[in-house]
């Protein structure tokens, strides 16, 4: 293979790769390509193969420093588990010949650092072959035991570039896992390496610091025990943070804490890091004292929480995160409890804050996580020896404790503008529930929710715990879908930037797609509940559910953009379209007209006379009109009346209006709904290019094979319910009502009227009727829907189509059915 062809090869790598833990036929077949391709030993005169193999596998690593390493570890895992009862072990043969050529290759860009013009390659280089080296010793580190000694020296690399200090804190990682390993090292080597961990917490910034510390732990507590080196350092950075509070707390407006803030945040987290991976009241560090050191740390790090600067509390609450690992218990501390609800639950609260409050709970569970898979492990080796398996259930009733004490403010996390809040609240909760520690019914609506994340990785993983939830536990999805619907339309509402904008329910892209359109394709499946699900999405279309506008806009663009797939679904939607209509229309008519006859009484009460007169003179305009059941001598006046006449209807019944405008503003936010059924009505006519006499002869009841055929959609067809936008954008419902507006509502109440009239032709009318009916029915229609609306939105095609086809036109027989 000649170099330049590598940055292509390396790139098929990663791609493959990647795919690792995909379905079963994938993952064998990546197994089998990178086992041929990496894993098989090679003949140990072919040094060019070598080389080969070394600069491929280190270019995919590095290749891959931003997205992580998992797909490796997990490739190795496999590979390695798939010959552990072989007498033959290529693989095993394969992987030491990669470490120990790996370790060649430091050596050689060791070297050649000195050239340079290849200074920057080869410390890439450097730094992939180390990370190399950590993944083989995270899976095998017994492969790297005889190497830790040329792994050493790198502790004193001078760091001057962010190369370096990646080596430095991957050869801390390697030998945390390879010294505990050793067989009788020798005395002056585990020194050197305690001083260079020493030096190195003492020089370098938070990263170095945290790896050094955690070398520092395995070896001291695992091989040296040398506890009073770490108790020096210890009460090193305890001492400075005990005389730096004192201070504050004669004087909190003294310049020494800000003159020694550097040492304040070093000795914050350094005294976090310690505690994390020792435990300070074991006899070995504090002798015959009766002093409870975490109690004492607890406080020192809690009295800066509350400090003015944030960076300071961020720096306090991170060494708590770190305190907690080692003393889960203190998270049951009522000032902890109170700290950290307050922080994650407090809409003003800073961001870093939050943010850091969900990496501390995050790491939390990792680390628990890490310990439990340990504890099975050696469960697994010594299992008829002692119970260790229920050391392990005893660790996870405190983790489960823990996260049912926090559970409600991280999952009101997710409610947040800021990204970065969401992606850590999603973690929290997708280690919880991997680690089952909740109920998970709880989460369902929050993953839902989750599912709409304008972020593709975070609605990836929301989507694949629900599809973890949903084949453990089946019905939990349907059961919570409604609840998660409207929840997402709250994230939504969180995430929108532009408040004046309303919130919409499918992506603005190419695809249209329904935010919620994998929560669809979870349920659509099993008829039954997905017919529920579509009954209580449009029952919040219902008059008496008093849903707000902007969210019945959100649920109508998910039902006008589902993924729908028979020509059942759609049906359905429109089939139960009409029974709303036919009750939500009449009682919003029967409101606007009892408001106006309020008001007409308090002048004069008429006798019903008068009253009989006064209807058969306005026509449709008068305050006391009758049900939608007129008689039909009525119907066909009100068909023919020419455009005056519908100008006096106006004007008639703006003469009838009550001087409070609070019975139009109602009847103008509450028909939004109608409207949108209407629209939705319309636009899942022309997208599956339905006709009336199909919608009409449908019947929920008949077998599901009968419209068990495939969607034809259309092409261009798009949902927009421009009546309903207008109404949000413009505010409405909180701006004042001028006359221009008054006279809009009145004719949109005049339009439902005669919509309403002509909802269900009567079957005995002659051919003529029927005409004038369905014309009036159309009319009234078009005018709701904007008028001359694109084709897409307005009545048009209903005309187009109804034509000589359908004595029901656009609204199916409800009551005849």
């Not at 070896?219 to 001492?239: E, I, L, M, P």
Request: proline fraction near 4%; include cysteine; aromatic fraction near 8%.
């Amino acid at each position: 293979i000649e170099q330049p062809t590598f940055p292509k090869i390396t790139e098929m790598c990663v791609k493959m790769i990647r795919r690792v833990n995909d379905e079963e036929g994938i993952k064998k077949l990546v197994n089998e390509t990178f086992q041929k391709l990496w894993f098989t030993p090679t003949p140990h005169n072919d040094k060019e193969a070598m080389t080969r193999k070394i600069l491929n596998i280190t270019d995919v690593v590095a290749a891959c420093r931003d997205t992580g390493y998992d797909w490796f570890e997990q490739l190795l895992q496999n590979l390695l588990k798939s010959e552990e009862d072989a007498s033959y072990k290529p693989v095993k043969k394969a992987c030491t010949q990669l470490v120990d050529n790996l370790v060649e290759h430091i050596l050689k860009y060791e070297e050649s650092l000195s050239d340079s013009d290849n200074k920057g390659v080869n410390s890439g280089r450097l730094v992939a072959c180390i990370t190399t080296l950590f993944l083989f010793s995270k899976i095998r580190p017994q492969l790297m035991v005889k190497h830790a000694m040329t792994m050493q020296p790198y502790l004193t690399t001078k760091c001057s570039t962010q190369n370096d200090f990646m080596v430095i804190c991957n050869v801390a990682k390697i030998l945390e896992l390879v010294v505990p390993l050793m067989e009788h090292p020798s005395e002056t080597f585990l020194a050197t390496i305690e001083e260079d961990l020493m030096k190195l917490i003492i020089k370098y910034g938070m990263t170095v610091v945290q790896h050094c510390v955690s070398c520092l732990g395995a070896v001291v507590n695992k091989v040296t025990q040398n506890y009073k080196f770490v108790w020096a350092c210890f009460n090193r950075y305890y001492g400075a943070l005990s005389k730096l509070k004192s201070q504050h707390q004669e004087d909190p407006n003294s310049t020494i804490l800000t003159a020694n803030k550097p040492a304040l945040l070093r000795s914050l987290f350094t005294v976090g890091a310690l505690c994390r991976h020792f435990d300070f009241d074991q006899e070995d560090f504090k002798g015959n004292s009766k002093v409870n050191i975490k109690d004492k740390v607890l406080e020192l790090l809690m009295y800066f929480t509350k400090h003015s600067d944030e960076e300071v509390q961020t720096k306090a609450i991170i060494g708590l995160g770190f305190a907690f690992i080692q003393h889960p218990s203190l998270m049951f501390e009522q000032e902890v409890k109170t700290l950290y609800n307050s922080i994650l639950s407090d809409k003003n609260c800073s961001v870093n804050l939050k943010i850091q409050v969900l990496k501390n709970l995050q790491t939390y569970l990792q680390e628990e996580d890490t310990r439990m898979q340990q504890a099975d492990r050696d469960w697994k080796k010594v299992a008829k020896q002692e119970d260790l398996k229920e050391m392990g259930d005893i660790s996870s009733g405190m983790s489960s404790s823990i996260m049912q004490l926090y559970l409600k403010q991280v999952l009101e996390a997710f409610f947040h503008t800021q990204s970065s809040v969401r992606h850590f609240a999603l973690n929290v909760i997708a280690l919880t529930l991997n680690q089952g520690l909740i109920h998970p019914v709880q989460c369902v609506p929050y993953l839902i929710a989750m599912g709409t994340d304008p972020e593709p990785s975070m609605r990836n993983k929301a989507d694949q715990q629900l599809v973890e939830i949903d084949k453990k536990y089946a019905g939990f999805i349907h059961m919570k879908a409604v609840a998660g619907m409207k929840m997402s339309y709250q994230v939504q509402q969180a995430i929108n930037t532009c408040p004046k904008d309303p919130v919409r329910g499918f992506r603005h892209d190419e695809s249209s797609s329904a935010l919620c359109s994998h929560l669809y394709s979870m349920i659509r499946g099993n008829r039954q509940h997905r017919r529920a699900f579509l009954i209580s999405l449009l029952n919040l279309f219902d008059d008496t559910a008093k849903t707000e506008v902007n969210m019945l806009l959100y649920i109508a663009d998910n039902l006008a953009c589902f993924p729908y797939q028979t020509q059942e679904e759609p049906l359905f939607i429109m089939h139960h379209i009409d029974i709303t209509l036919s009750v939500s229309g009449s009682n919003l008519l029967q409101s606007f007209k009892e408001s106006m006859v309020k008001d007409k009484k308090k002048e004069r009460k008429p006798s019903s006379d008068e009253e009989t007169e006064s209807d058969s003179n306005s026509g449709s305009g008068s305050e006391s009109e009758e049900e939608p059941s007129k008689p039909r001598r009525l119907r066909k006046r009100v068909d023919s009346d020419s455009d005056s006449d519908e100008e006096n209807d106006i004007n008639a019944v703006m003469k009838c209006l009550p001087e409070n405008s609070a019975p139009l503003i109602e009847f103008a936010n509450v028909s939004q709904g109608i409207l949108l059924l209407l629209m939705l009505k319309q636009h899942l006519k022309n997208l599956c290019g339905f006709s009336d006499s199909k919608i009409q002869k449908y019947s929920p009841s008949e077998s599901a094979k009968v419209y068990d055929k495939a969607i034809n959609r259309k092409t261009g067809v798009h949902f927009h319910p421009k009546q309903t936008l207008d109404f949000l954008r413009s505010d409405m419902a909180n701006s004042k009502i001028t006359e221009e507006v008054k006279r809009s509502i009145v004719k949109q109440y005049l339009d439902f009227k005669l919509l309403m009239e002509h909802l269900d032709p009567d079957e005995e009318e002659e051919d003529g009727e029927v005409s004038a009916s369905t014309n009036a029915r159309n009319k009234a229609i078009t005018s709701l829907l904007g008028g001359g609306s694109p084709k897409n939105n307005a009545a048009e095609t209903e005309d187009d189509e109804s034509d000589g086809e359908d004595r029901g036109g656009g609204t199916s027989g409800v009551r005849r059915r």
